[in-house]
């Protein structure tokens, strides 16, 4: 038996999300699974390093699976890809060792979100940023995102009412202007339900001035959901990179 680690690539806009379900079989680990074993003759499972929600995209999932034996790790990436649909693609294969686990062993995520703030959404990228045209004081958001940087509950960022812990613990925020655009980056050691798009949605609250930087401290302690600010869209989060040791 042998253990790989895959690294992958999909647009989300059209999948239910990464994990497999009954009712479709639109979901990106439905679709590798599949075509895993059409290529290798029998059923692996593929086993994620978290979920991604419905039409959340990724430029370095990680996923783990285990063959019979050894295999060519470029002739087995070419042929998975020939058969995956376009939107999904395997970036890299490499052979790991026997008991790793993309989900158990991994110690970190980074994640980004991209907004577009121009009067109307530059066409070629407006499936894949949030339209927001709003002024927005970038050094208030900064500011309330310092206080949410380290080690926190954040009950009041997830809608997933039966979390077992809600501590998390985020290394780092970083909000970065491209133009007419800005992307906001997230790197932590994990991140619940629809918590990164929460953190955005508030932190945009922060800059067009609807809250005080400070409101962020309240926020967290109240432990409350409708404290929160509003949920923005998946379309424009991406996970980015997923770390191991």
Not at 21 to 50: A, R
Request: net charge positive; hydrophobic share 35%; glycine share 10%.
């Amino acid at each position: 038996m042998r253990t790989y680690k895959l690294t992958i690539a999909y647009d989300g806009s059209k999948y239910q999300g990464w994990q497999k379900q009954g009712n479709t079989s639109l979901t990106i680990q439905g679709m590798l699974e599949s075509v895993v074993e059409k290529v290798v003759g029998y059923y692996v499972p593929v086993n994620g390093s978290g979920r991604t929600d419905r039409g959340v995209h990724a430029k370095g999932q990680t996923a783990s699976i285990v063959l019979a034996g050894m295999i060519d790790t470029h002739e087995f990436m070419c042929n998975i890809n020939e058969q995956l649909p376009s939107d999904i693609q395997i970036l890299q294969v490499d052979l790991v060792k026997n008991g790793f686990h993309a989900r158990l062993g991994a110690k970190g995520k980074c994640y980004e979100y991209w907004l577009d703030l121009r009067e109307k959404p530059e066409v070629f990228t407006r499936k894949y940023t949030y339209h927001f045209p709003k002024k927005l004081q970038i050094s208030e958001m900064k500011k309330a995102a310092s206080f949410l940087v380290g080690e926190h509950d954040f009950k009041a960022f997830t809608d997933k009412k039966d979390e077992k812990s809600t501590i998390r613990c985020i290394y780092d925020i970083k909000i970065e202007e491209y133009g007419s655009k800005i992307k906001i980056e997230y790197k932590g050691n994990g991140f619940m339900y629809h918590m990164i798009r929460i953190i955005t949605g508030t932190l945009l609250e922060v800059g067009d001035g609807r809250r005080k930087p400070e409101e962020v401290c309240t926020i967290l302690e109240s432990k409350k959901r409708g404290n929160a600010g509003f949920l923005v869209p998946a379309r424009g989060l991406f996970l980015k990179e997923v770390y191991y040791e």
